[in-house]
């Protein structure tokens, strides 16, 4: 068996990059096994709990958000998966192998099966780009031209070919984090640990990163965790996300569904910032009592969102006036918000809510304006 898996390595080095990672390579990777499962981990440092009993399951192939705020727990969780931290109590299982016990020589290889990229990239200044993408070939004793070549064909996928030679402050960042993917695949691992990789990018270089992660997930099977406090993030490439707070899962879900209905404060309000809001003037004039118009908030997702719900509600609803919002793509779900202003009076914004809710719209009255104001 074991030198049957040797064998098998060492095709995996001679395929390309791409066949490569796709194909099961060292480790359980066809075993169905998930390449990482959390059973109750709790780890306490005095009196403060950094995790409080998270159990999280990630299958192979997966993109899984995590976001929280700063302190939620997110740097504890992610040195316990990696072995840097050890539970308190819990389980960490990495394909299918629990870790949390397992002295510092056995965890080395299992190490070796998860590539991490950081905010601050973590290149080192004085080795070359393809010495850097290389460096964790090196400390595996991989021969120097088959590290360069397999550092080549790494530069091809992050799309810097040409800069093998250039050293790290030559680059901008973008290009920084596109050779920390590189460095982080080097190895073949089964898991990539994103450890807030794009926070110190500007958007539209966070925008390619994360396309090029997607890229590197759809094109080598890679499962893929990404540690965040930006819900952008968790939007453009994740397929299932755990909100933590205060070293809990305090809501997990397929992307799409927490972005239409949110269950938990810290998910509505980490939502905030990229999903519409009232526009401040109209807020302002909000008024508690009976206007000529009612101000509502109609968050709609799904099948409910792609029929022509405007268009049918000027019968219930008469001259409403449309204020702001709009329907966008989450995992190429229809997910939206719309704030309209309805006629007030009753039986009328009954009937409006009415109708609303009866279409599977979510449906809140946030107060009262006087006509056209
Ligand atoms: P995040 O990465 O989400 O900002 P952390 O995992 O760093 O959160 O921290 C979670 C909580 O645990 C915080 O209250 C933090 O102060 C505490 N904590 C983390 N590491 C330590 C440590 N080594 N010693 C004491 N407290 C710690």
């Known amino acids: 068996m074991a030198s049957r898996r040797v064998k098998d390595d060492k095709m995996n080095q001679h395929v390309g990059a791409l066949a490569s990672n796709g194909a099961p390579a060292a480790g359980a990777g066809d075993t169905g096994e998930p390449v ?15 995790l409080d009993g998270v159990s999280l399951t990630v299958g192979k192939g997966e993109i899984v958000g995590i976001i929280g ?22 389980e960490v299982h990495i394909e299918g192998r629990e870790i949390g016990r397992l002295g510092e020589k056995q965890l080395q290889p299992l190490r070796r099966r998860i590539g991490m990229i950081f905010q601050h990239f973590n290149l080192l200044s004085a080795k070359t780009v393809e010495e850097n993408v290389a460096l964790p070939l090196k400390i595996e004793g991989v021969s120097r031209p088959e590290r360069l070549r397999r550092a080549a064909e790494l530069l091809e996928l992050v799309r810097l070919a040409g800069k093998a030679k250039d050293y790290p402050a030559s680059l901008s960042g973008g290009q920084k984090q596109r050779v920390g993917i590189a460095r982080a695949l080097a190895a073949r691992p089964a898991l990539l640990l994103s450890d807030e990789a794009t926070s110190a990018l500007d958007p539209e270089t966070t925008r390619s990163i994360l396309a090029l992660l997607r890229d590197i997930n759809r094109q080598l099977g890679l499962t893929i965790i990404l540690i965040t406090h930006e819900m952008e993030v968790v939007r453009s490439i994740a397929d299932r996300v755990a909100v933590i707070d205060a070293g809990r899962i305090v809501e997990e879900g397929e992307v799409w569904k927490v972005f239409a209905d949110p269950q938990s404060d810290i998910a509505t309000s980490l939502l905030q910032g990229i999903r519409p809001q009232l526009p401040a003037e109209i807020a302002q004039r909000l008024s508690p009592t009976l206007g000529s118009e009612a101000v509502l908030r109609v968050d709609i997702a799904g099948e409910a969102a792609l029929g022509p719900l405007l268009a049918d509600l000027g019968g219930p609803a008469g001259a409403f006036r449309f204020l702001h919002g709009g329907i966008e793509r989450v995992q190429g779900r229809p997910v939206g918000t719309l704030f309209l202003a309805v006629p007030s009076g009753e039986p009328d914004l009954s009937r409006t809510v009415e109708f609303l809710t009866g279409r599977g719209a979510r449906v809140e009255v946030l107060g009262h304006v006087f006509d056209n104001d």
């Open 36 to 50: 990482v499962r959390l059973v109750d981990v709790r780890r306490h440092f005095g009196p403060t709990a950094a």
């Open 69 to 90: 705020r700063s302190g939620a727990g997110k740097s504890t969780l992610i040195r316990c998966l990696n072995g840097l931290e050890r539970p308190d109590s819990g």
